[in-house]
């Protein structure tokens, strides 16, 4: 009796157990019973298994969670939240201060092109209204000290014995400049690299040129002349003049002449101002002293000095003298042993006919255009300044201390400033490579290949030379400047100026821009073509021949030269 009573409470247990599990409140306290330990499990694991941890680029401890556990679920939106805002204020702040550098660069900029412009315009008001002057303005690294650079130039361009040094090199080391001035110039100062770098012989040959070029007295009965206008027919462009020259001084060299340059028609504008107007000197360096020039054109007076052979002119030669003359053998035969750096058509030339004349040529242009004239400087400085001046700006800026304009204070030029690293050439992007695409009314003397074939060459460089990108493009056809842009992976600086849009011959094309403008622009191409690292032209084009002399005379040999033709006369 007692067991069936047992079974008979169990079962009345049972029954109420099961009607109070059936009814709604005790369903949500179950649930929400189970929900509880769930949520405490996995927050638990995740404590244990974490313990600090990162959140778009915050840290947090497992302390900070603890010390908030009474309101887990608030903290944890909270802080994932934080960290966005954060992140969106980092951006906006990055941005901020990319807005503030480009305004700066752009005032320096602007502060660099007002003192550039001094020189041609007087002094300038805009650094006056932004509270600047030249002392605080940062040094620009892509321009040079024009004024200064001449006053050294004309120091090297004397004889070592009677030079003297500029007021801003007379101090305590007075001496130790003397000494270096009369090294530079015995050594031909005006030659950069080592004698690996440039064709054979060339700093004896070009200390060997300007001492037949500057006799200790011009007066002396036995130094004789060669007085030479620079050619002027119409089909000739500055490549040809220089051409001629060339060989007019291989003339002189021969018969132990003094070279005398005369009237030069592309000087002869309102650039070039009082005794440089229509003279060589207007651009570069006079070929010889005043003093010898004086001389010479006193005996082009006298009749006794044209009969007893003490000048001549250059219409006492032949073309075929002056423009395939023989070289000068002073010196042996250098080019015998020119060191094979141009390729052309995939192929290292070794030999061709014409070595001695890409020898002689090389020297005597680096000769005639061995030191610059401030303007001349200042043209560079100009073209410079508007292709790299933004980024040279934008550069200073960065690395500057403090905030300029705000924090800027008086420079004050220490001696190494003054006479160390003022010799040090202006900056521009390097490597550079140089590109002289030569087409139009050339096609009538050599072979012309379009822009195509000159950037496969490119390419050939940079897969040995991969940090290449940057381009100095030099062209008459606006065509060639229209296909750089298809080449967004390099970057591509040119001068500002007119080009021709269909096909006219050099001439006409020249006249149009004027005689200032057509003689500027091609020697700032020239001379930053010079400068480069890299050079691809046509030889067959007497302007990129001469550009050639120039790098293989300036420490460029080893650069190599990439060819789209080779010389007609090879």
């Known amino acids: 009796m007692e067991p069936l009573n047992q079974k008979s409470i169990e079962r009345v247990v049972s029954q109420k157990a099961l009607q109070m599990g059936s009814s709604f409140p005790c369903q949500i306290c179950v649930v929400g019973f189970l929900c509880g330990i769930c949520l405490t499990s996995l927050f638990m694991a995740a404590l244990t298994s974490f313990g600090t941890f990162e959140f778009g680029g915050f840290g947090f401890s497992t302390i900070a969670w603890g010390a908030s556990a009474g309101n887990s679920s608030s903290e944890f939106i909270n802080c994932s939240s934080e ?177 005398v340059t005369n009237y030069y028609n592309r000087a002869d504008h309102d650039g070039c101002r009082g005794s440089s107007r229509s003279s060589w000197s207007c651009y570069f360096f006079p070929e010889t002293s005043l003093e010898c020039r004086n001389r010479a054109f006193e005996l082009m007076e006298s009749e006794d000095a ?116 003022s010799n040090h050439k202006p900056w521009m992007p390097r490597p550079l490579l140089s590109m002289h695409v030569r087409m139009g009314d050339k096609a009538c003397e050599m072979k012309v290949v379009e822009f195509e074939d000159y950037m496969s060459l490119a390419d050939r460089i940079r897969k040995r030379f991969p940090q290449l990108n940057s381009v100095w493009l030099s062209t008459e056809m606006q065509e060639v400047i229209d296909k750089s842009r298809g080449y967004p992976h390099w970057n591509f600086y040119y001068t500002n100026v007119t080009r021709q849009v269909r096909n006219m011959t050099m001439a006409t094309y020249e006249t149009s821009l004027g005689r200032e403008t057509s003689t500027n622009y091609p020697l700032v191409n020239f001379l930053m073509a010079t400068e480069a690292d890299f050079f691809i032209g046509a030889l067959g084009s007497t302007w990129c021949f001469l550009i050639d002399g120039m790098r293989n005379t300036g420490g460029k040999v080893m650069a190599g030269y990439l060819s789209v033709n080779k010389d007609r006369f090879w």
């Not at 090199?169 to 530079?184: C, D, I, T, V």
Request: charge should be neutral; charged fraction near 25%.
């Open 306 to 421: 044209w009969r007893n052979d003490s000048i001549k002119a250059k219409e006492n030669y032949t073309s075929k003298q002056i423009w395939a003359g023989r070289t000068p053998r002073i010196w042996g035969e250098p080019w015998s042993y020119l060191q094979p750096t141009t390729v052309i058509n995939g192929t290292l030339i070794a030999y061709h006919r014409k070595m001695d004349r890409r020898w002689w040529r090389a020297q005597a242009v680096r000769y005639l255009l061995r030191f610059q004239t401030e303007y001349t400087c200042h043209l560079l400085n100009v073209a410079r300044h508007a292709a790299f001046g933004k980024q040279a700006a934008n550069m200073v800026v960065k690395n500057f201390e403090g905030e300029w304009s705000k924090d800027v204070t008086v420079n004050e030029r220490s001696d190494i400033e003054e006479f160390v690293w």
């Open 83 to 259: 960290p966005k805002v954060t992140e969106r204020g980092e951006v906006d702040s990055l941005r901020n201060e990319e807005t503030v550098t480009i305004e700066r660069a752009s005032l320096l900029y602007s502060a660099w092109s007002a003192l550039l412009n001094e020189s041609d315009y007087g002094e300038s008001d805009y650094l006056l209204r932004h509270g600047l002057n030249k002392s605080n303005v940062p040094n620009a690294p892509h321009l040079e000290n024009c004024k200064l650079k001449e006053q050294v130039y004309k120091r090297l361009d004397k004889h070592p014995e009677n030079e003297s040094l500029p007021a801003a090199a007379k101090n305590e080391h007075s001496g130790y400049f003397r000494n270096q001035a009369m090294s530079e110039a015995a050594s031909a100062g005006w030659i950069s690299g080592s004698d690996e770098e440039n064709y054979p012989s060339t700093r004896k040959v070009q200390w060997d040129i300007w001492m037949h070029q500057h006799p200790s007295n011009c007066r002396d009965p036995s130094v004789k002349f060669l007085v030479a206008d620079w050619e002027r027919l119409p089909g000739f462009g500055i490549g040809a003049q220089i051409a001629g020259m060339c060989g007019l001084l291989a003339i002189a060299m021969k018969e132990k002449r003094v070279l």
